[in-house]
């Protein structure tokens, strides 16, 4: 296995849109190691996350994905990070990317550089959370796994939405 993955499989969501104790199941700092199962739906534990938001959920019409979309290409491209897929939809973003960079601070990045751009487009005001705390990052450590990957990013997510690179 090389030192350093290929590229990683980055996936966030809107803020409020995946909660603890909804279904199909989430993970929690308690239960995140690789391989286990997610958490079981649980109607209480969902209830209680929605009484603590402090705001509602927060859903990307065309043209705020279409910012999200281009916000994310021009931050990896600024950082030399290779995009090799992204999908922005109504609730999430997936993105498949080589850096050589925890995919963290990835993912904060794209997240930070995506609210800007539509602060500046006049989405909203800059204290609205857009974003889920943390997301998910997966490893891919060989080719086959980029290309599984970069395949479900851009064809395995129902109707195109805002994607990169454009599908003939």
């Known amino acids: 296995m090389p030192a ?9 969501h809107t803020f409020g849109t995946w909660l603890h104790g909804q279904a199909p199941g989430s993970v929690d700092r308690e239960h995140n190691a690789v391989g ?3 958490l079981d739906a649980d109607a209480d534990r969902l209830a209680e996350a929605r009484e603590l938001m402090t705001q509602e959920i927060y859903l990307l019409d065309e043209p705020k994905r279409e910012i999200v979309r281009d916000a994310i290409i021009a ?3 600024f950082r030399g990070w ?6 922005v939809r109504s609730n ?22 995506s609210s800007k751009c539509l602060n500046k487009a006049g989405f909203d005001t800059p204290d609205r959370k857009r974003w889920t705390v943390h997301g ?7 080719e086959a796994a980029v290309a599984e990957k970069v395949e479900y990013v851009l064809n395995g997510q129902g109707t195109p939405m805002a994607r990169y690179p454009e599908a003939d």
């Open 92 to 113: 999430h973003v997936h993105l498949v990317v080589t850096a050589e960079r925890d995919p963290e601070s990835v993912m904060r990045s794209c997240k930070s550089h």
């Open 75 to 77: 931050e990896c491209s």
């Open 82 to 87: 290779q995009l090799h897929a992204l999908h």
């Open 4 to 12: 350093q993955p290929l590229a990683y499989f980055i996936t966030f």
């Open 36 to 38: 286990t199962p997610w």
């Open 136 to 142: 998910s990052t997966k490893y891919l450590w060989n």
